[in-house]
Structure formats: structure tokens, C-alpha cells
């Protein structure tokens, strides 16, 4: 029967550490067409001759596929159809194929459109992985989630790791990210397996569609999701061009190290927030990460003539809670709606949380512009505030959070 294991506890402890480590991983190396273009901005601004707002649009062009790609999936139930794993790797191909065209197009016109694809065939990794790893666990959920949101982290920095290093031209960056996310999709489906609490795939069905709307929990970890989101594909989109203006110029390769370090270090906050969160409160755990974030942005920006080692301690503050609470807004979802429906839901998820990014990666470089990083930073703030006071409702709420499994 879906939903309870078939084997003997230890066996299931057993591979369920290896499948999370096998996913983890296949995630980590997934995702670092994401970034790609963002981690040698630099050097395609000077190439095609870019201003700072035409670049930002080759990382919202990956936003804005991610969504058409998700509500795609989601209006057809794609990630309840299909199985995960598969889908996860050719979304991989997909996005690989996508990212590496830029080499070969090499102008702008035509690598906005190869991003906007990149995004789209990505909606076809991320929600599906969350979906295989929720089948392999019901107790700790939250922490195994954690670690999937963790290596989603540490895959998005990789770029900025290859660049720092240094010694690459951007046409090798954005290959050698290609030729790793497909070997990410390969380890998914090549040695991954089927948890034994994943639901088998299911007909399309769109009444689901109004159940989710209908279901409060799901609104409101949706809700918290989407303030998070206004804060944080913002900072990861933004942050190494922020330590560019702190270190200068002449330091590129640190402000990507630091870029780097920023992000990443979000793992060990998704791990941690996890684990809080399965001992605890889902939303509490959510909520305590929030208040942390949007506490940072609302300072961080004015400190962009603060000495160095104050704004990198701050950026690897501000990168540990950014992302902490991001897959507790999943995990509370896999609890709360149709086990049937899981995909569909994280997916639609997703999908909205998405949009909003667009706005601030497409407002922060004007604001900078206009009136500085404090600035700048500033208007992610108000996304933090929103998430809170959705997992308040939830938390102490009629109809309060999931219990613990």
C-alpha cells in the first residue's frame, strides 16, 4: 500500500541515507546551469556591449521559463504522470542543451531566449526531485528536504566558485556548467530508486487544481513561499555584483568568492532550519529564518563602504537564513495536500513563487542605479514581513501547522 514501507526499519534508515545522498547530489550538479550566466555577467556585459538592466534580463529570462515550464506541468499534472526521476533528467539534457547554446549563438537576443529555456526545462528538475526525495521519508521530512534545498544552494554558487577560480572564458563556464547538470540528471535516474512512500503516478486531473486553492495550509505556506522568494533570488541574482562595488573593480575574482561564500553557506542554513523545524515547528522554523533575512536586508546595502571583513560576515549571515526557510514551505505542502498530487502542487507552488522573483532582480540593479544598494536592497525587506506573519497564522491559527510525522 502507498505510504508505508515494506521494509525493516534498519534496511529503510539505511537507504534512505543513500538516496538522499544520491539526489543531493544529482541537485547540486543539476542546478548550476541557474546561475551560469549570472557568475560571468561581467564579461558578457563587455562582450555584447550590455548595460546593467539588459543584463539582469538573462537572469530573469530563466525565471520567467521556470514559471511557463512549472504551470505547464502543473496544468497537466506532468510531475504526477511521469516519474520524478526521469523527468529530472530530461530537464537536466534539456537545460544543458539550452545553457551551452549561448556559446555557439553568442548575442543577446538569441541567449535570452536560450535562458528562457534553460528555466523552463529546470521546472522539470527541481520540483520533481523534492517530489522523489519526499517519497523516500515521512519522519525528518523536513530535514531531508533541507538537504535537497541545500544542494539546490551549493549548485546555484557553483558558478560563482568556477569563476572565481579563475582561468576559464565565459564560453568554457557556461560549457562545463552544462556538461555537470547533465551528469546530475544522469545520477538521478541512473542511481536513484523509488522511495517506498512515493505515490504512483496518477491521470490528469484538474479538479486538483481547485482542492489545492481551497486547502488553507497550502495557501498559507504558499503565502510565506512567496515572500521568500520576493527576497531571495534578488540577493543570489545581486550579490556578486554588490562585492564588485565594495572590493572595487580590480577584485572581481574575490567579490565571486565572496558571491560564492554568500550563497552556499545558505546549505548549511537549510540543514539546520531542517532539522528545527522536525524537531519543532515547520512554520516556526520558517518564521525564525525570515526574521533573520529581512533583518539583513534591511541594512546590508548602506554597508557597501563598510570595511571588507564586516560586509562578508554580514553577506554569509544574511546567505545562511535567506534560503534556510525554503524548503519548509515545501515540506509543509507534501504534508498538507493530496499525496496523489504532490508534484502538482509543489510545482504550482513554485510556479507563482517565480514570478515574483522577476520583479526584484528587475528593480534592484534600477534602484542601485538610482539611489544606491542601501536602497536597493531595501525593497527586499517587505517579502520577509509577509512570510512571517503567514507562518503566525499558520502556527497559532485555527487549523494550525501540520504535526510532526
Known amino acids: 500500500m502507498v505510504g508505508q514501507a515494506r521494509q525493516p526499519v534498519a534496511d529503510l534508515a539505511s537507504a534512505q541515507k543513500h538516496q538522499l545522498g544520491v539526489l543531493a547530489t544529482a541537485m547540486v550538479l543539476a542546478m548550476t546551469t541557474w546561475f551560469s550566466t549570472a557568475a560571468v555577467l561581467p ?13 539582469s534580463w538573462l ?3 530563466v525565471q520567467l521559463g521556470f514559471v511557463v515550464g512549472a504551470v505547464a506541468s502543473a496544468l497537466t499534472n506532468l510531475s504526477d504522470r511521469m516519474p520524478p526521476r526521469r523527468l529530472v533528467l530530461l530537464g537536466a539534457i534539456g537545460a544543458a542543451i539550452a545553457n551551452a547554446s549561448i556559446v555557439v549563438l553568442n548575442s543577446y537576443g538569441p541567449a535570452l531566449a536560450a535562458r528562457f529555456i534553460t528555466g523552463a526545462f529546470l521546472a522539470a528538475v527541481y520540483p520533481p526531485a523534492l517530489k522523489a526525495m519526499s517519497g523516500w521519508y515521512r519522519e525528518r521530512r ?4 533541507g538537504v535537497m534545498i541545500a544542494a539546490l544552494t551549493v549548485g546555484s554558487a557553483a558558478p560563482h566558485l568556477v569563476n572565481g577560480l579563475g582561468g576559464l572564458a565565459w564560453e568554457q563556464t557556461l560549457i562545463l556548467t552544462s556538461i555537470i547538470t547533465v551528469v546530475g540528471g544522469l545520477i538521478a535516474e541512473r ?7 512515493l505515490a504512483p503516478s496518477v491521470p490528469f486531473d484538474p479538479s486538483q487544481l481547485r482542492a489545492l486553492f481551497r486547502n488553507r495550509g497550502f495557501r498559507l505556506a504558499s503565502l510565506g513561499y512567496f515572500g521568500h522568494m520576493w527576497e531571495l533570488y534578488a540577493m543570489w541574482a545581486w550579490i556578486a555584483a554588490f562585492y564588485r562595488d565594495a572590493f572595487g573593480s580590480a577584485s572581481s575574482r574575490w567579490a565571486s568568492m565572496a558571491a560564492f561564500g554568500a550563497i552556499a553557506v545558505g546549505a548549511v542554513g537549510s540543514i539546520y532550519a531542517g532539522v528545527l523545524s522536525d524537531k519543532h515547528s515547520r512554520a516556526g522554523a520558517a518564521g525564525l529564518a525570515m526574521r533573520w533575512s529581512g533583518s539583513v536586508a534591511l541594512v546590508f546595502g548602506f554597508l557597501v563602504d563598510a570595511p571588507t571583513p564586516i560586509v562578508v560576515i554580514l553577506g554569509l549571515v544574511w546567505g545562511f537564513w535567506v534560503v534556510a526557510d525554503s524548503a ?18 509543489l510545482t504550482l507552488q513554485l510556479a507563482v513563487g517565480f514570478v515574483l522573483t522577476v520583479f526584484t532582480i528587475f528593480f534592484v540593479p534600477i534602484v542601485r542605479d538610482a539611489y544606491g544598494w542601501g536602497l536597493a536592497f531595501l525593497i527586499l525587506a517587505p517579502g520577509p514581513l509577509v512570510g512571517m506573519l503567514a507562518m503566525r497564522a499558520l ?3 485555527n487549523g494550525s501547522a501540520p504535526e510532526r510525522a
Not at 523536513?142 to 528536504?145: N, R, T
Not at 542511481?191 to 512512500?197: E, Q, T, V, Y
Request: cysteine-free; aromatic content about 12%; glycine content about 12%.
Open 191 to 197: 542511481l536513484g530508486r523509488d522511495g517506498p512512500f
Open 142 to 145: 523536513g530535514y531531508a528536504l
Open 59 to 61: 537572469t530573469i529570462a
Open 328 to 345: 519548509q514551505f515545501s515540506t509543509i505542502v507534501t504534508e498538507v495536500a493530496d499525496p496523489k498530487y504532490i508534484g502538482t502542487a
Open 43 to 55: 564579461e558578457l556585459r563587455a562582450a555584447w556591449d550590455l548595460s546593467r538592466s539588459a543584463g
Open 395 to 397: 502556527e497559532f491559527g
